[in-house]
């Protein structure tokens, strides 16, 4: 049974990531101008990872909080929400990340407009432009993002507590090494909105690496998280709480059986007085 109420909640948190996260690279060439400086990928890594942090800790509790396709398709493929539902939260975030660019390019049409409205261009100097230099970058990002989120949101013997925390200071991490390198992507949705928005021909046509890469990277990381470690850890969970249970029901037993030859004496006792 599908949970449109998840999907909207998709919806609101990837808004957020999608204007929260582009705000901060657009004030920061506002405040530090342009080229990327130490304050400004500072700034532009606490931006993203503020707002994860805060939508996971706001809907993790109903939706799990996703809020990237790279995300919901290892849920899907490890069977942790259903087919239907993966589908509902990445047609949702896509959408969600959409209004959140439209809603940038109202309020910000001449300062956002230098940096596309936060839109990931491929591979940067750095990478010597090398496309294949900059799909690996977001594979192996993607990778410990979402192995962070299957090892604190998804392991239940993971604190709930802490994975707000954890994800959103990945992706602080991530940003601060991948801001240079590729744009830190890793999330489909965020890459999408504003190259659709914007129409803009380098953005759309370097998108298949923005949703390739970070896909595989993040599939790698469901599967090995989810059949090496979590699965493994749940069945001897399992098998723990069964063995504990078997324990009770035979100390119940004994101490049944205990009062019960008790009272057999008492009443042996009783009948010998009587006679």
Known sequence: MVNPRAWFAEAIATYALVFFGPLSVILSVVVFGDGLTIESILMISLGHGAVIALMVYAFGHVSGAHINPAVTIPMMITKKISVADGIGYIIFQIIGGIIATLTLVA?????????LWGGHGGPSELLNHSVMSGFVVEIILTF????IIFMTAVHKKAPKSIAGASIGGMIFLLHIVGVPL??????PARSFAPAIVTGDAGLLEIQWLYWLAPIIGGIIAGVIMNYVFINKDEQEAKSSSRSSSVSKSESDLKKYEKKYLARLEKQKKADKMDE
């Open 107 to 115: 309020i910000l049409p001449e300062i956002g407009k230098s940096v």
């Open 144 to 147: 410990f993002l979402v192995l």
């Open 182 to 187: 590729t744009g830190a992507g890793m999330n």
